[in-house]
């Protein structure tokens, strides 16, 4: 474990956070590829819901080379369980506001496989993909991307680790098939020790909406059930918080976290 301070960046609001993360990534991903010996690409896992979107939406603006989307392995640290063209897919998102703009090549970009049925077969087959197509570090049992980025929920979820819910406990595999009684449906969810597996992890978190949830996550008694957001710290990685002032509001900073405001 190599002790690492948190990172914590806020910036005035959702515009400026967006345009914020759409250049730390960037720098992220070039710093990366730039170490030397570096041979594979930089593996990305995307966050759904909405709060990406726009980052991404800036993303696809940036002048061509910012990112060598070539170098660039996208996957999606959650999915909701429908087609890939269904309006509340995570991957219809981001390919609606990234894909369709930047030619990344396809073999690049590693959805869930045909989620919409079997969510526990697509869960496994997203697992058996990402085991073939990324690195495996010897001695490691999970794959180690370069970065995760999350968004969380009011009620501090994160990816589809929801309150409550079976995935919370998973310590073996990367990739389950998450009943979320509140929404009625299965969630294909990374599980908490794969997102802790990677070199960055990076809340993308704004709106006064999350300030009470942002609280919790730092300054509750831990309860993973009850806060699965708490679930993720890095195993050797760096954990990054990219705010906007409305989701800091007047919480606390924690203890012994960097802070950059914007
Ligand atoms: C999803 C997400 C989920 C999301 C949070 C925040 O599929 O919905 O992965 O974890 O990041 O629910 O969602 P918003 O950004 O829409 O507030």
């Known amino acids: 474990m190599i002790p690492t301070t948190d990172q914590v960046h806020v910036c005035n609001d959702a515009e400026s956070l967006a345009q914020y993360a759409a250049v730390w990534l960037p720098r992220l991903i070039q710093r990366t590829m730039a170490e030397p010996e570096r041979k594979q690409p930089f593996v990305l896992a995307l966050s759904g819901g909405s709060t990406p979107k726009r980052m991404l939406e800036l993303l696809a603006e940036q002048p061509a080379g910012t990112v060598n989307w070539q170098d660039v392995i996208l996957v999606w640290g959650d999915e909701r369980n429908v087609p890939p063209d269904h309006e509340e897919s ?20 590693l959805g869930v496989p045909a989620p919409g049925g079997d969510a526990g077969k697509a869960a496994s087959d997203y697992a058996s993909l990402l085991r073939s197509r990324l690195p495996m570090i010897e001695g490691q049992s999970f794959p180690v991307l370069d970065c995760v980025l999350l968004g969380m929920g009011d ?14 406990s998973e310590t073996k595999r990367l990739v389950v098939a998450n009943h979320v009684p509140k929404l009625d449906t299965h969630r294909i969810t990374f599980t908490a020790p794969l ?12 709106g006064e909406k999350k300030k009470d949830a942002l609280a919790r996550l730092w300054h509750a008694e831990k309860d993973f059930d009850l806060y699965p957001a708490q679930l993720i710290r890095p195993e050797n990685g760096q954990l990054w918080y990219l705010l906007d002032k409305p989701a800091l509001g007047d919480t606390p900073l924690p203890a012994s976290v960097m802070v950059q405001m914007l």
């Open 90 to 109: 995570n991957f219809r998102m981001v390919r609606e506001a990234l894909l369709d703009k930047v030619g990344i090549p396809a073999e690049n970009v």
């Open 155 to 168: 009620d501090v979820h994160t990816a589809s680790l929801f309150p409550g819910t079976k995935a919370l």
């Open 195 to 206: 997102i802790n597996a990677a070199r960055h992890v990076a809340f993308l978190i704004c």
